[in-house]
């Protein structure tokens, strides 16, 4: 059974930066999709940001410029570096993996808030 782990959320100031971890207990080469999405309160998840196994990426347009997903495969774990931090960013953020056999995985998520 895969387990993701997300760490690094926290309480940040409008303009500040987090990086995001999501740390999967098997080899993240496995997965040919890695994506970051997150829940804001009375919102639907949404997708924020996935990677490849090739090294494509996309990003939803509210975070373009701003946020980077990448991926260290030695440690098999999945960053989401978040620049320039907006009241709006506000939201759990979820790790999602996904499987050439249509299985995926979902973390735990973790919680940033953006605030003065």
């Known amino acids: 059974q895969v387990q993701l782990v997300e760490s690094g959320g926290g309480l940040v100031q409008p303009g500040g930066s987090l990086r995001l971890s999501c740390a999967a207990s098997?080899?993240?080469?496995?997965?040919?999709?890695m994506a970051w999405y997150r829940q804001a309160p009375g919102k639907q998840r949404e997708l924020v940001a996935s990677?490849?196994?090739?090294?494509?990426?996309n990003y939803v347009d509210s975070v373009k410029g701003r946020f980077t997903i990448s991926r260290d495969n030695a440690k098999n774990i999945v960053y989401l570096q978040m620049n320039s931090l907006k009241p709006e960013d506000t939201a759990v953020y979820y790790c999602?993996?996904?499987?050439?056999?249509?299985?995926?995985?979902w973390g735990q998520g973790t919680q940033v808030t953006v605030s003065s």
């Open positions: 990677l490849t196994s090739g090294d494509r990426t």
């Open positions: 999602r993996a996904f499987k050439t056999s249509g299985d995926y995985y």
């Open positions: 098997g080899s993240i080469s496995s997965f040919y999709v």
